[in-house]
């Protein structure tokens, strides 16, 4: 039986609301979170803060929507806020595979995996070339590449059982 993996249209950005970064100060596993700010009634953008456990370091920055769009879409392993680099990403002879977070790595797992792919017709989530799986390099989706892609999200997954404070 084949495996399916459905496009269901989420995009990066459904992805950087928290972010596994490296900390720029001490090199270990820190997060980047967007604070949404509820209840103003003005479309705000939400501020992005930077954590890191180790250290103690705190970043807050804000980016305005048109600004973010433009950097979430940036594919060199790092993140769309402050531009730290990301705890998941591993160069490969094709390119740079990364992950934001867990549930972006899943995605990928799951997509990288699936031997059918299927965009997801339903009329309830609307499809748009923006999506995520949709943006995915050719060499990610290749066939031959597969299994060098899923050894490589496995080091990633790997990677992020380090991430635990
Ligand atoms: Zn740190």
């Excluded at 807050?60 to 769009?69: G, N």
């Excluded at 995915?136 to 050894?151: S, T, Y």
């Amino acid at each position: 039986m084949q495996k399916r993996s459905r496009d269901d249209g989420r995009s990066l950005l459904d992805f950087i609301d928290c972010i596994d970064v490296a900390c720029p100060r001490c090199g270990h596993h820190a997060l980047v979170r967007m604070e949404r700010r509820q209840g103003t009634g003005i479309v705000t953008s939400p501020p992005a803060r930077l954590s890191c456990h180790h250290c103690g370091l705190i970043r807050t920055q804000r980016r305005d929507k048109t600004s973010m769009w433009r950097y979430s879409l940036r594919a060199d392993g790092r993140d769309p806020y402050f531009g730290i680099q990301l705890w998941l990403q591993e160069p490969t002879r094709h390119g740079l595979v990364f992950a934001y977070n867990e549930a972006h790595l899943q995605v990928l797992e799951t997509f990288v995996g699936a031997e059918l792919r299927e965009r997801n017709a339903s009329r309830a989530i609307r499809w748009n070339n923006r999506s995520m799986a949709s943006r995915l390099p050719r060499w990610m989706k290749r066939a031959q590449n597969r299994d060098e892609m899923l050894a490589t999200l496995a080091r990633l997954r790997a990677r992020l059982k380090t991430a635990q404070p």
